[in-house]
C-alpha cells in the first residue's frame, strides 16, 4: 500500500487509541501497547508503517523528554537521604548484571563494545512501570517499596553514561579507548558546567518573567524550549540529546516551577515516548525468531530469574529480611524503557547484529508483560514461601506495639505521622489524651521515639497492626496522610470490625469525598475547603463581623458537606485545576429559545441529575439558593454546581430539553 505521513500517524493513532484502551481494561501498562502497535503495523509484519527517519526522530524526542522529566524528579536531598541503598544496592546491582550480561554477549561471540550495552541494557528494570504499580498498591513507602525505589534511582542515573559510552565505543574501532573516553568526560563536565551556569543565572529569571505574564501558551513554549534546546547544546557538542535534557530537568528541578513544568512536558512526552516505543515494536521480527528462541527463552530466564536472584541476595546481604530482599528481587525482575533507548542507540551505530538486537527486544518486552503479574502478586509469593521467617519480624513489631498499647484505652491511633500526625500529637498532649501513632519513615520514627513520642514502625493499612495499636480499645482513628487508596484500604480493614469507631480522613480537596464517606469514613476534611473557612474566619472577623455570626456561618459550611464551597469555576490554569470526580461550577446563560426560559426551575427537574443551581443573576442582580418556583426569563444566568458530567446533562436540559 502507498504511504503518506498522514496516512502513517492516522494507523499509529488509531492501533495505539485500540491497543492502550485494551490494555488499561486488562490493567496492563500502555507500553505493551505501543509495542504490540509497532510489531503489528511495521514493516515486518503488515507493513502499514513506514521504518521512516522522521519517525525515528521524533520517538528520539520522546526519549529526550523522558530524560528531561528524570531530571525533573530527581532530587538531590532525596538521593541523600537513600544514599546508602541508591549508591550500595543500585550500584553494586548495575556492575554486577552489566558484568554478567558483557560475559554473556561475548559467550555468543559478541564484540565487548556490544557486549558493554547489552549488559547494561540488561541490567536495566521499568521505572515506568514498577513505581506506577507500587503507588496503585500503596507500597511505594514500604520497605521492599523503598529499596526498589533507590535501585531504580541509580538506574535511571547510569543510563547517562552510557548514552555517553555508546558512540565512543561504537567509533573506537582497534584505537586505544582511554583518550575519547577522557575527552567525553571533559565534554560531560563542561555540559553540567554550561547547564549550572544557565540554570543558576538565567533559567529562574526566565520563568520568574514567564509566570508573571500568566499565559498557560508561553509557559508551556519556555518548557519545551529550554529542553530541546539544552539537548541541541551537548548533541553540538559530540554528546547525546538524551544527556542536555537530563542537565536542564536537574537545574529546573531545584527551582519552583518544577511541578509545573513536568505537568507541561507529560503531555509531549507521553505521545513522542508512545511512539518511540512503536519504533521499538517495529523492529521485531517474529519471523526471524524461529531459531532465536532458545536464545530469547535463556534471556528471559536471567532476566526473570538470574537478575531477580541477584537482586535478592544482595538486598538480603544489605541487611534486609528474607521476605523484603524476595520482593525487592521480584519487583525489579525485568528489563526496562530506559534498555530500548540503549538498544536504539547501539543499533543505530551499528552495534548489534539483527539477530542479536531481535532476541535481546523481544526477551526484554516479554520480560515487560511478565512485570504487572510479579509486582501484584510479590507480596502472596513471600507470605507463601516465607510463611515463617517472613512474618516473624512483623509479628515482633506487633507484640511491641501490643506490649505498648497494653494499657491504653479511649486513646487515637494516627495513622502517618508526618506534619500534621505530629502536630495533632501536640494538641493531644495538651489536653492529657493518650495516642499511638504508625508511619513507614524509619528516621522520623527513631527521632520521634527518642524525644517520646509514640509512635511505631508500621503500616496502617494492615489490620493486625491496628488491632496491636488497640483499636477494639481506640476512641477515634486519624488518617493523616493524602493517599486516597491507603485510606480505603484502612477504612475497608477497620469498618469490618468495628463500625461506630470515629474515623476521621484527610484529602487534598473534595476529588474523594462521597467515595470515603461511603467507604465508611466519619468527617472527611478537605484542605483546600478548610484552608478557605480559616481565611474566611479571619477576614470577617477583621471586618467586625460578630465572633457569633462568623461561628454560625462555619458550622453551617461543615454541617452541610462543604456544599457551599464545593466546586470552582474552570482555569486555564493546571496547578488550578482539580482532580478526581471534584464538583465544579459553571454558568449557563439561556438565549430566548433556550427550553428552560418561562418554565419554573424545579420543573425542570435538575436535582434528578444532581446538579445544584447555586445562584441566580438576572438583570445584574445576583440571587442566592434561588427558590423551586422561580420563572427563568431569557437573559438569566443560572450557576451550576457538579461533575462535568453531570453539569454537561444539565446544560443540555435547559438549552435544549
Known sequence: MEHSPLQDVLVLLALSVLAVAMLRRAQLPPILGY????????????????????????????????????????????????RGTVLGLGGTQVALVTAIGTGLAMAYGLGWEAGLVFGGALALSSTAIVVKQLIEQVELQSRHGRNALGILLFQDIAVVPFLVLIPIVAGAGDQPMLQPILWALAKGAAAFAIMFAIGHWALRPLFNEVARARSGELFTLSALMVALAAAWITNQMGLSLALGAFLAGLMLGETEYRHQVEADIRPFRDVLLGLFFITIGAQLDLFQLGELWPRVLGLLAFLVVGKGLLIIALTRLAGNETGVALRTGMVLAQGGEFGFALMALAMSHGLFEPATSQALLTAVVLSMALTPFLVRYNGVVAKWLLTGSYLRQRTSREAELAEAATELSDHVILCGFGRIGQNLAKFLRDEGLEYVALDLDPLRIREARDAGESVFFGDSTHRELLEAAGLDRARALVVTFDDYHAAMKILARVRQGHPDLPILVRTRDDSYMEQLTQAGATEVLPESLEASLMLATELLLSLDVPTGEVMRLLENARATGYSQLRGVFASTEPSEQETGTATRLHSVILPEDAFGVGQRLGDLGLDRGEVRVTAVRRGGIRGEEPAADLELRSGDALVLQGTPEQIEWAEKRLLTG
Do not use: C, K
Open 35 to 82: 509495542l504490540f502497535v509497532g510489531l503489528v503495523a511495521g514493516p515486518h509484519a503488515l507493513g502499514w508503517i513506514q521504518d521512516s527517519e522522521a519517525i525515528h526522530f521524533l520517538g528520539e524526542i520522546g526519549v529526550v523528554f523522558l530524560l528531561f522529566t528524570i531530571g525533573l524528579e530527581f532530587s538531590v536531598p532525596q538521593f541523600l537521604a537513600m
